[in-house]
């Protein structure tokens, strides 16, 4: 048996999980589920799977969560119960959204723990010490993220990083595919959360209609895979089927194909190194009548040079980068920022500070509150001047 923390799990991630987990009760324990601030649906997922134990961010509701679990369960609660409930279990799965999944990562690398990681900002934002937890005896990432679970199993395939040219990442671009810069100025919330291919959180969502999404999964290749951002290139594939490829030194292409189901994913890491028996995402090939693939258009969607950009720079540069990100994805959900001003308060809270080395969590918090109350300042004079 694995025992399994699922944090983050009321989430889309998180509930697609669940699914994982209870296809498979004979090799997998849930030990204990995690969430920011949903108290009926962790409590109803409490009440269903009786893990042991439960943690909410939000300390403000702990009380409600109480009244809510099953007799015996025990509930944290506050800064630090995530955290709590990431050291313990064979297998954490990091389905936080946001800056907000750090002490996650942190907790279960720092354990010991093999991490499945779908929150990739923490990784992003806190590169240098993720790195550092890592070689925690026993530590492990197994990526969650579908380019990189495609990539993870590529380059297994590939036997060896001396045998490998390139990565290809996959996007399927979101959206606003095909539109031009000047046909993206008035594009509403709406527009932007009806992804073509994938339905996930609205955050994730946003992301992937800027290519910012596909920007951070760049950083993520590199920190995860020791590749060097010349080394990774981005192209558009609208049907999401082959996830990712790695290119071989002799142009032999290997990819890893599915259809779009993040249980997929969810389950290789949840399993790893075993391969799970149900089959998410088994493709009809009878149905799947073309594979399509095009060069971004880096003008319309300039997140991802961007990202690029704030990868290369290293130190400090991708917290400031997913902060403000995250700060102009917020505003623009809120309705108080233009989906096309994301790009200019991402780039303009870049361009306020030189890049600093990162050297604790405090440094990564502190970077990551700077760029926070920059980009805020910078949404504020844009609502203003409309
Ligand atoms: P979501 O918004 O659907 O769910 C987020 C989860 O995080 C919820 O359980 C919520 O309770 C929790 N949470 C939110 N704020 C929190 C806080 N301040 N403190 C603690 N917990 C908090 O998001 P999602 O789409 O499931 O994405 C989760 C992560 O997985 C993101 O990092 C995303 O980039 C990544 N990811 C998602 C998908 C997908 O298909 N949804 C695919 C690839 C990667
Ligand atoms: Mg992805």
Request: aromatic fraction near 4%; glycine fraction near 10%; hydrophobic fraction near 45%.
């Amino acid at each position: 048996m694995t025992t399994v923390s699922l944090v983050g799990s009321t989430g889309s991630i998180g509930t697609q999980a669940v699914e994982v987990l209870e296809a498979a009760p004979e090799r997998f324990e849930l030990v204990a589920l995690g969430a920011g601030s949903s108290v009926e649906r962790l409590a109803e997922q409490a009440r269903r799977l009786r893990p042991k134990q439960v943690a909410l961010a939000d300390a403000s509701r702990a009380g409600e969560l109480e009244e809510l679990v099953p007799p015996g369960t025990e509930v944290l609660a506050g800064e630090g119960a995530l955290a709590e409930i990431s050291r313990h279990a064979d297998v954490v799965l990091n389905a936080v959204v946001g800056f907000a999944g750090l002490p996650v990562t942190l907790a279960a690398l720092g354990a010991g723990r093999r991490l499945a990681l779908a929150n990739k900002e923490s990784l992003i934002a806190a590169a240098p010490l993720v790195q550092a937890a890592r070689a925690t005896p026993g530590a492990e990432i197994v990526p969650v993220d579908s380019e990189h679970c495609a990539l993870h199993q590529c380059l297994a395939a590939a036997g060896g990083r001396d045998r490998v040219r390139r990565l290809i990442v996959t996007a399927s671009g979101g959206p606003f595919r095909g539109r031009r810069a000047e046909e993206l100025a008035g594009v509403g919330v709406e527009e932007a959360l009806a992804h073509p291919t994938w339905s996930m959180g609205p955050k994730i969502t946003v992301d992937s209609s800027t290519l910012m999404n596909k920007g951070l999964e760049v950083i993520e290749a590199h920190e995860l895979f020791g590749v060097p951002y010349d080394a990774i290139e981005v192209l558009i594939h609208p049907q999401s089927v082959v996830h990712s490829m790695v290119e071989l030194v002799d142009g032999a292409t290997l990819a890893q194909l599915s259809l779009p189901d993040m249980r997929l994913p969810i389950g290789y890491a949840l399993g790893y190194p075993e391969r799970l028996g149900t089959p998410f995402g088994a493709i009809d090939w009878a149905r799947l009548a073309r594979l399509e693939f095009e060069l971004p258009d880096r003008r319309a969607f300039p997140c991802l040079d961007l990202a690029y950009r704030a990868g290369r720079e290293g130190g400090d540069s991708p917290a400031w980068l997913n902060a403000a990100n995250e700060v102009a994805v917020g505003a623009f959900l809120g309705g108080q920022l233009a989906w096309s001003d994301i790009a200019g308060v991402v780039e303009a809270t870049l361009a306020s500070r030189g890049p600093r080395p990162l050297a604790s969590v405090g440094d990564v918090v502190e970077a990551d509150a700077a760029a926070r109350a920059r980009a805020a300042q910078l949404v504020e004079a844009r609502a203003r001047g409309r």
